[in-house]
């Protein structure tokens, strides 16, 4: 295996690791005890009581144990109560090199045979986990959509299917050819105005009589507009 692939692997990889963490949040003086659930180079799912801000970065520092910490400016993907606590999906959007490595070595020192399966088995054979290479959760979403397809300028209207921080699926009455830049407005049920958005198609198929399926890949990652939704779905 080549050190490109590698690395690729490490981005992807999610550990469940199901550990009690103190996490340090910017702006509030003491250390917070939170439960880590999974972790990743690039994100982490998180329960504590606290509650953590949606339409904003949040500044942390994780101590994963006396003598491995790491710190990460991160978003919230999504959110959930549970009981008297919070759960959240995190997004690394900062995190420096070095912190990466901590987490590495963390992984490697504690959860060796766990990093093994995860970046070098074969999901073919049983990889498990290896096949979920999104960063992004997804979630069901339905709203209506206008969109313009910037060529050929053409207008339409489609209902999204799922949504997330990067893309979005939608159900359209007539077919949109892959590659197909657009621009979108979706109108989301908050009494705001609509959310507009670039995009570009990917894959789109047939689902029946006057429908078709299309998922769009964002042009940039919009965590604040995605928090703005999953408040409402």
């Known amino acids: 295996m080549d050190q ?14 199901d ?6 949040l910017e702006g509030v003086a003491a250390p917070i005890e939170c439960r880590l659930k999974d972790l990743s180079l690039k994100g982490a799912r998180v329960i504590l009581r606290h509650q953590l801000p949606q339409d904003a970065p949040v500044k942390l520092e994780l101590a994963l144990s006396e003598d491995c910490k790491f710190a990460a400016e991160a978003w919230v993907c999504w959110h959930k109560r ?29 959860f060796g ?5 995860k ?8 990889g498990g986990e290896m096949q979920d290479r999104r960063v992004f959760s997804r979630f069901p979403a339905k709203m209506a959509v206008k969109f313009l397809g910037v060529s050929p300028n053409k207008e339409g209207i489609a209902e999204t299917e799922d949504v997330s921080a990067k893309g979005i699926g ?8 892959v590659h197909t830049p657009l ?12 959310l507009y958005t670039r995009g570009e198609v990917v894959w789109s198929k047939k689902a029946g009589a006057n429908k078709f399926r ?13 928090s703005r939704i999953i408040r409402v779905i």
């Not at 970046?119 to 049983?126: A, I, L, S, V």
């Not at 621009?183 to 609509?194: H, I, M, N, S, T």
């Open 183 to 194: 621009e979108f407005w979706l109108k989301v049920p908050d009494q705001r105005e609509p």
């Open 82 to 110: 549970i009981i008297d606590a919070n759960s959240y999906g995190l997004y690394f959007s900062r995190i420096k090199d070095k912190d990466k490595e901590q987490i590495h070595n963390f992984m490697l020192n504690n």
């Open 170 to 177: 939608l159900v359209t009455r007539e077919e949109l050819n």
């Open 19 to 24: 550990r009690v963490c103190a996490v340090n």
């Open 113 to 117: 045979r766990l990093v093994y399966n």
């Open 214 to 226: 299309a998922g769009v890949n964002l042009e940039k990652a919009d965590l604040t507009a995605m």
């Open 4 to 17: 490109q692939s590698t690395q690729n692997k490490r981005q992807i990889a999610r550990w469940q690791v």
């Open 119 to 126: 970046w070098y088995k074969d999901p073919e054979k049983g």
